[in-house]
T-cell receptor, first 111, second 114 residues
Framework: SQTIHQWPATLVQPVGSPLSLECTVEGTSNPNLYWYRQAAGRGLQLLFY??????ISSEVPQNLSASRPQDRQFILSSKKLLLSDSGFYLC??????????FGPGTRLTVL | GENVEQHPSTLSVQEGDSAVIKCTYS??????FPWYKQELGKGPQLIID?????GEKKDQRIAVTLNKTAKHFSLHITETQPEDSAVYFCAASKGSNSGYALNFGKGTSLLVTP
């Protein structure tokens, strides 16, 4: 069966520091991968998606970037965090269809 | 782009009653409509979905209806139980045309009281 992992589970970072969040999927190959952000009490906002290694589509301009160095690995990064980057970051995957499955999420607090 | 509106933002029902959550979407090219349940501090879980070639789908106590003409779809939960308490999100997707990306509503916080 397929599983999706995210780490770290929680992170507290100062403003201006860099960020790297990692997502990996097991049990499938060539998945579509997604990064969403959920602000407190809000819906999920699509940040990036990738349909293959090295292929990244950005939905919202911001100081975040994404990379897909391997087939089942998706990384969300920032060079300098802003207060507004705080939120719950969710990675998701799907393959050969519409059903999308989410990871456990990373809670990021920028102070 | 696609705009998904969800109502109500909060819903409180008594155990055993039914709960209905409604969503509208703006892009007629959307063809896939999932519903997710999110418990506190966890990632959303897919509970039911419907495709544009179907008007209704049911899975035990949960059902979803779709009206393509009016561009709205609804989640129906019957015989609610306290463990149904969570935040529910609707979403819409244009399928492969947009990398299967989902556009979400803002969520409905459902509280089922014993």
């Amino acid at each position: 069966s397929q599983t999706i992992h995210q780490w770290p589970a929680t992170l507290v970072q100062p403003v201006g520091s860099p960020l790297s969040l990692e997502c990996t999927v097991e049990g499938t190959s060539n998945p579509n991968l997604y990064w969403y952000r959920q602000a407190a009490g809000r819906g999920l906002q699509l940040l990036f998606y990738s349909v293959g290694i090295g292929q990244i589509s950005s939905e919202v301009p911001q100081n975040l970037s994404a990379s897909r160095p391997q087939d089942r690995q998706f990384i969300l990064s920032s060079k300098k965090l802003l207060l507004s980057d705080s939120g719950f970051y969710l990675c998701a995957w799907n393959r050969l269809g519409n059903e999308q499955f989410f990871g456990p999420g990373t809670r990021l607090t920028v102070l | 782009g696609e705009n998904v509106e969800q109502h109500p933002s909060t819903l409180s029902v008594q155990e055993g009653d039914s709960a209905v959550i409604k969503c509208t979407y703006s892009d007629s090219a959307s063809n896939y409509f999932p519903w997710y349940k999110q418990e506190l501090g966890k990632g959303p879980q897919l509970i039911i979905d419907i495709r544009s070639n179907v008007g209704e789908k049911k899975d035990q106590r949960i059902a979803v209806t779709l009206n393509k003409t009016a561009k709205h779809f609804s989640l129906h939960i019957t015989e609610t139980q306290p463990e149904d308490s969570a935040v529910y999100f609707c979403a819409a997707s244009k399928g492969s045309n947009s990398g299967y990306a989902l556009n979400f509503g803002k969520g409905t916080s459902l509280l089922v009281t014993p």
